[in-house]
């Protein structure tokens, strides 16, 4: 079993930036491949950015690319979002999620956190 906690969502102006961090507790997240998703209101949870258990590779869904990047520290077990550049868009809850890989497949992702509001005013 492994444990999500997200932390860092928040109000911020357009072009800003925020830091969201995924804690997992539990089986070790170095054992797992990391996604956050989002989902805004009426449309339906999607996944934005991804990292392998290396941390090797990453995937970028394309309305997030050079704005937002994944990394991950597996001596801490905790994964990040850096959110730069933030557009009205970008509203949405944001969640972490664990897969045995990487891959744009949701319901390949069986480890979930409680999610993280952001809000970004325009």
């Known amino acids: 079993q492994v444990q999500l906690v997200e932390s860092g969502g928040g109000l911020v102006q357009a072009g800003g930036s925020l830091r969201l961090s995924c804690v997992a507790s539990g089986r070790t997240s170095g054992s797992y491949a990391m996604g956050w998703f989002r989902q805004a209101p009426g449309k339906e949870r999607e996944l934005i950015v991804g990292?392998?258990?290396?941390?090797?590779?990453?995937y970028y869904t394309d309305s997030v690319k050079g704005r937002f990047t994944i990394s991950r520290d597996s001596a801490s077990n905790t994964v990040y979002l850096q959110m730069n550049s933030l557009k009205p868009e970008d509203t949405a809850v944001y969640y972490c999620?664990?897969?045995?890989?990487?891959?744009?497949?949701?319901?390949?992702?069986?480890?979930w956190g409680q999610g993280t509001q952001v809000t970004v005013s325009s």
């Open positions: 999620a664990a897969s045995w890989t990487l891959t744009i497949v949701t319901s390949a992702y069986r480890y």
């Open positions: 990292i392998s258990r290396s941390g090797g590779d990453t």
